[in-house]
């Protein structure tokens, strides 16, 4: 198939042509304008129309393209085009409708998530500017778009330092496939380190979606008691080393009941506790970690006291940057989250004090009652 591209007029005639080889190349070229168009672009708008009449081709190959041209224009005429695609005959042509079905099915629900986080953070854009003006507004915004470049950036490097022994490993494996004595040994361990490396890439990027979720915070009073042992479960289930864990002692009155949202401050004490229990993993006594809670005026103490391998200075400062990680499988979002959950969400503290070689103690700081206005 020759590879140049037709200019507009003679795509339009190539859509046309009565040899099948030269419509197939043609649709395949108008996916590409798709790609890239705006919709109401009339060059656009007499694209659409000819792949609309190509989707009943005798070849089930031209169909098939129509099909998946149709994934990337939000034209509503391809609505009809792909539903009688998904009854075609051809299995192809009614699996290429079906995942263009998908796409546009997707990419409408990003683009209606886009405009709704648009306007909301308008709106609070516009609420700082009655309070700030205009040069509070402003400087809102720079702030605000420079963190957002920074942990772009830092995702980046995180993403890419994944990636690259991922291409290494790829091209080891090929090597290993073109060996004249080939031996399934060093094929497996290949296989098996790229399993590691995307599990550890799914990770980073889970992690990465529960940091930046911005999920709808409900808050009750709550019995702190009850948190705090759902944690313990969920951080003792999440260890992976199945064979020792220390043991958790919870000293936590009854009594103290907290206003929170539930499932967010569970998941800041199961990070906090999975790090405690993670600190013994090269410690060789399994000392207990202690959950002890105090009130004090209107304030909850919560503490989690280890006695694993403990942070240097440095380390303790570090702990709380995110993608920072001293863990082979870790991913440097457990401790941010909590912070966030604690001090931005439930408008509290969380102070770390740590001791290399002797344990950290995770001070959690909340107002038992949450103010009058909401957050
Ligand atoms: N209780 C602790 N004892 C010793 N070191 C800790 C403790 N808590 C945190 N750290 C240090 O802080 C680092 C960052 O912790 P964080 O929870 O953010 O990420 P992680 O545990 O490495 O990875 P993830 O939580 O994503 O599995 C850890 O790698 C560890 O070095
Ligand atoms: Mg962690």
């Known amino acids: 198939m020759a590879t140049e591209d037709f200019g507009f007029g003679d795509l339009l005639c190539a859509l046309d042509s009565s040899d099948w080889s030269v419509a197939l190349r043609a649709v395949a070229q108008s996916e590409m304008r798709l790609r890239n168009s705006i919709l109401g672009d009339p060059e656009v708008e007499q694209l659409v129309a000819k792949l609309s009449s190509l989707a009943s081709h005798s070849k089930w190959e031209v169909r098939r393209a129509v099909a998946n041209a149709a994934a990337h224009a939000p034209h509503s005429v391809f609505e009809g085009v792909l539903a009688r695609l998904a009854l075609d005959d051809n299995r192809r042509v009614r699996q290429a409708a079906e995942y263009a079905s998908l796409r546009r099915r997707d990419s409408r629900h990003a683009s209606t998530l886009g405009k709704q986080h648009e306007e909301r953070i308008n709106s609070a854009l516009d609420n700082i500017e009655v309070r700030f003006g205009p040069i509070g507004r402003d400087a809102v915004k720079r702030v605000s778009e420079q963190i957002a470049n920074t942990f772009a950036r830092e995702l980046y490097h995180e993403v890419i330092k994944l990636l690259s ?162 863990k082979s499988d870790g991913t440097g979002f457990g401790l941010p989250l909590a912070v966030k959950i604690v001090e931005s969400e439930h408008g509290g503290r969380l102070h770390i004090d740590s001791v290399k070689g002797r344990g950290t103690s995770v001070r959690i700081l909340i107002p038992k009652h949450r103010e009058a206005e909401s957050r």
Do not use: W
């Not at 949202?261 to 998941?267: A, C, P």
């Not at 993670?278 to 004090?296: M, Q």
């Not at 005026?297 to 570090?318: F, H, K, N, P």
């Open 165 to 326: 022994p991922l291409a290494i490993s790829a091209e080891r494996l090929q090597k290993h496939l073109l060996e004249a004595n080939l031996t399934a040994e060093p094929l497996v361990e290949e296989a098996n380190r790229i399993g590691r490396r995307v599990n550890q890439l799914r990770a980073v990027l889970d992690g990465m979606r529960a940091y930046t979720a911005q999920p709808v915070l409900s808050f009750r009073p709550e019995v702190l008691h009850e948190l705090v042992n759902e944690a313990a479960g969920l951080a003792i289930e999440s260890n992976s080393d199945k064979t020792s864990c220390a043991p958790i002692e919870i000293r936590v009155s009854p009594s103290i009941d907290i206003d929170a949202s539930r499932s967010r401050l569970v998941q800041a004490f199961t990070n906090i506790l999975l790090n405690a229990i993670e600190s013994y993993r090269d410690v060789d006594s399994l000392n207990p970690i202690g959950v002890s809670a105090s009130v004090e005026e209107r304030l909850v103490t919560i503490t989690v006291d280890d006695a694993g391998c403990g942070m240097s200075a440095e380390a303790q400062r570090d702990a709380l940057t995110l993608f920072s990680t001293s």
